[in-house]
């Protein structure tokens, strides 16, 4: 069912990016509710705003760590459109129904990585203002908005705002329910991984459960066959720098992982070795003394076993030495 928006409860803490959806709803009539920073930022824009203090009829309090967290603003978000008894309620308690909600989240890994840069430097780690961006009002409008989302659009990062604009502009401030579902998923993926930053770094140890979020996975090449699909979760760029070559496959990656193992059961108190492994996880491993001159056994017997395999090194290697591995 197509649902028009009316009504919008901006509170971001990144505002770039806004003017133009900003300037949309207000062309569109839509009703604007707004907090802070946010509220002020749009009033410069000339767009008339309605601060939520006005539905809630409190103040901002205790520092700002409670601003939205209020029957009058939760009770328009997830509020059913189609239920007589939620809308006699909100009639009773002069509720208004919060069509679209655009808001996104205190910066809690960014902090948590300034803060952690600081105290390697002698600082000491700032956990008071690590705390202080463990958003709460945020998370709780974001899943209140995914829930309900038969009948409010939720954004919930910049990354779809351009979506949105695009909807106001050739829907006239239509969706769809699966436009609305769409941005739901989104959103409860945006919450969830926000849960994991701020889980991992209260209990950075294993827990009791296996606790993961990546925003960005990177596609391989191709997976354990060329014919299938592979993706990596994780930041490959900490665990290495890829200097040449095509992009990395599953089997690439596997053969790493193994080759760096093998190398790490006897880099110490021998940091002169090197490993070799093959396709079939046939591990060689046959260094001298000299770390600029190894030799490689297996190489002698097999020359053509080389194609295809991964090769670690801990020390630097002669150049004469790198062309007989290439």
């Given at each position: 069912m197509n649902k028009k928006i009316q009504s919008a409860l901006i509170s971001v803490f990144y505002k770039d990016g806004l003017e133009n959806i900003i300037q949309l709803l207000s062309q569109h009539g839509i009703t604007i509710y707004s907090t802070g920073g946010t509220q002020t930022f749009i009033e410069k824009l000339g767009v008339k705003v309605i601060p939520v203090e006005e539905l809630t009829t409190y103040p901002s309090i205790l520092g700002g760590r409670v601003k939205t967290l209020h029957p009058a603003v939760f009770g328009g978000i997830l509020g059913k459109r189609d239920d007589t008894t939620h809308l006699d309620e909100m009639k009773q308690y002069h509720i208004p129904a919060i069509d679209l909600v655009i808001v996104d989240l205190y910066p809690f890994e960014e902090t948590l990585e300034e803060k952690r840069l600081k105290a390697t430097s002698g600082e000491g780690l700032d956990e008071a203002a690590i705390i202080e961006k463990i958003d709460i009002g945020g998370p709780s409008m974001i899943r209140g908005a995914a829930k309900n989302f038969k009948d409010v659009v939720v954004i919930a990062a910049k990354k779809d705002y351009a979506e949105l604009e695009q909807l106001l502009k050739v829907q006239n401030g239509e969706t769809t329910i699966d436009q609305r579902k769409n941005f739901a998923a989104k959103a409860f993926e945006v919450v969830a991984h926000?849960?994991?930053?701020?889980?991992?770094?209260?209990?950075?140890?294993?827990?009791?459960?296996?606790?993961?979020?990546?925003?960005?996975?990177?596609?391989?090449?191709?997976?354990?066959?060329?014919?299938?699909?592979?993706?990596?979760?994780?930041?490959?760029?900490?665990?290495?720098?890829?200097?040449?070559g095509k992009e990395l496959s599953y089997n690439n990656l596997v053969d790493v992982d193994a080759a760096m193992q093998l190398i790490s059961e006897v880099a110490s108190p021998n940091p002169s070795k090197g490993g070799a492994l093959d396709p079939d996880n046939g591990k060689d491993l046959s260094p001298t003394s000299e770390s600029k001159n190894p030799t490689w056994g297996g190489r002698g017997a097999f020359p053509l076993e080389g194609f295809g395999e991964a090769t670690s090194l801990i020390n630097c290697i002669a150049a004469s030495t790198s062309t007989r591995l290439l």
């Amino acid at each position: 069912m197509n649902k028009k928006i009316q009504s919008a409860l901006i509170s971001v803490f990144y505002k770039d990016g806004l003017e133009n959806i900003i300037q949309l709803l207000s062309q569109h009539g839509i009703t604007i509710y707004s907090t802070g920073g946010t509220q002020t930022f749009i009033e410069k824009l000339g767009v008339k705003v309605i601060p939520v203090e006005e539905l809630t009829t409190y103040p901002s309090i205790l520092g700002g760590r409670v601003k939205t967290l209020h029957p009058a603003v939760f009770g328009g978000i997830l509020g059913k459109r189609d239920d007589t008894t939620h809308l006699d309620e909100m009639k009773q308690y002069h509720i208004p129904a919060i069509d679209l909600v655009i808001v996104d989240l205190y910066p809690f890994e960014e902090t948590l990585e300034e803060k952690r840069l600081k105290a390697t430097s002698g600082e000491g780690l700032d956990e008071a203002a690590i705390i202080e961006k463990i958003d709460i009002g945020g998370p709780s409008m974001i899943r209140g908005a995914a829930k309900n989302f038969k009948d409010v659009v939720v954004i919930a990062a910049k990354k779809d705002y351009a979506e949105l604009e695009q909807l106001l502009k050739v829907q006239n401030g239509e969706t769809t329910i699966d436009q609305r579902k769409n941005f739901a998923a989104k959103a409860f993926e945006v919450v969830a991984h926000y849960d994991v930053a701020i889980a991992k770094y209260f209990n950075p140890s294993e827990g009791l459960y296996f606790l993961e979020s990546v925003s960005n996975p990177k596609a391989m090449r191709y997976g354990e066959n060329p014919h299938q699909p592979g993706v990596f979760y994780g930041d490959l760029n900490q665990l290495f720098d890829q200097l040449n070559g095509k992009e990395l496959s599953y089997n690439n990656l596997v053969d790493v992982d193994a080759a760096m193992q093998l190398i790490s059961e006897v880099a110490s108190p021998n940091p002169s070795k090197g490993g070799a492994l093959d396709p079939d996880n046939g591990k060689d491993l046959s260094p001298t003394s000299e770390s600029k001159n190894p030799t490689w056994g297996g190489r002698g017997a097999f020359p053509l076993e080389g194609f295809g395999e991964a090769t670690s090194l801990i020390n630097c290697i002669a150049a004469s030495t790198s062309t007989r591995l290439l």
